[in-house]
């Protein structure tokens, strides 16, 4: 199921587009939300990573419990945001038609003998 959603309307001034996003939410964030996409439209531009996730928390409260902006590191213990097939940072700007994936971070591997 794919979902619009817009962002709280902001004035356009002259200059100032929004900016058409696609948000991709992968499993368990999927059941929680309920959608598998949402297109934003976002009404600031530039914007950042950190805006986005601020607006996904905005509409979906249940996503508050994975999204820590204290900083990058802190961010992906809890879930890790993929902009246009790489790993995003926080600061990172989105741009029209940009892609942001979240993903349930991986823990562990071998173990040292």
Do not use: W
Not at 3 to 12: C, E, M, N, V
Not at 21 to 42: A, C, L, M, N, Q
Not at 95 to 112: I, N
């Amino acid at each position: 199921m794919i979902i619009k959603a817009k962002s709280d309307r902001f004035q356009t001034r002259r200059g100032l587009a929004h900016l058409n996003i696609t948000v991709k939410f992968s499993p368990p964030f999927r059941e929680d939300v309920g959608v598998r996409e949402e297109t934003y439209e976002i009404g600031q531009n530039p914007a950042n990573v950190a805006s986005v996730l601020n607006m996904i928390v905005r509409r979906h409260s249940c996503m508050g419990k994975f999204v820590d902006a204290v900083s990058d590191e802190a961010q992906r213990h809890q879930m890790v945001v993929v902009l246009n097939s790489r790993l995003a940072r926080l600061s990172d700007e989105v741009h029209d038609g940009d892609s942001v994936s979240l993903l349930l971070p991986v823990m562990g591997g071998a173990k040292k003998r």
